[in-house]
């Protein structure tokens, strides 16, 4: 089988792709999942987790966030070397799971971004964390664009959804 973009007729733009078989002679047309505009949203949110990660980086939110203090690994870990090796490839691992799900596409495809946008929501922890300490806390100026993020994101991925189960 092999994957070709309608580009004529009705289908056309529509993010319809067909699986054509020539040795069986059949033709699957099937629905792709994530609309361009979920695409661009996620496409936005790569530079707005970059720059969040870099700011928690730079006021040393590993410091202060409980669910980081790792200090049970220095029974397993005998440098950190170690640890960074072994941290890669476990990411290296996730990686490529989760690029396979993409390439098959269908409603994994939509289980990703749902997880994706779980963290948006996450995110708005920041927020929380700052009215608690009345002050700011690491990540808090960056944290501050993931509601609007979260918003429209979840906008468009519960239209999704719904289409998937409505048809």
Excluded at 14 to 31: E, H, P
Excluded at 32 to 45: E, P, Q, R, V
Excluded at 138 to 162: N, R, V
Aim: glycine content about 8%; some cysteine.
């Amino acid at each position: 089988m092999s994957d070709v973009i309608i580009g004529k007729g009705k289908l056309a733009g529509k993010g319809v792709y067909a699986n054509r078989d020539f040795d069986q002679n059949l033709t699957c047309y099937t629905k792709h999942m994530i609309s361009n505009k979920l695409k661009n949203l996620f496409l936005i949110s790569i530079p707005l987790f970059i720059v969040h990660g870099t700011e928690e980086y730079l006021t040393h939110f590993y410091d202060i966030y409980p669910l980081l203090n790792f200090r049970w690994t220095e029974n397993i870990f005998q440098s950190i070397a170690q640890a960074t090796f072994f941290t890669f490839q476990i990411m290296w691992w996730v990686l490529l799971i989760v690029v396979y799900i993409f390439l098959r596409g269908g409603k994994g495809t939509l289980y990703l971004m749902t997880f994706v946008g779980l963290i948006y929501i996450y995110e708005i922890t920041h927020i929380l964390s700052a009215i608690l300490m009345q002050g700011y806390t690491p990540g808090l100026t960056t944290g501050l664009l993931f509601p609007f993020m979260a918003f429209f994101y979840w906008k468009e991925l519960l239209k999704k959804w719904d289409k998937n189960q409505h048809g």
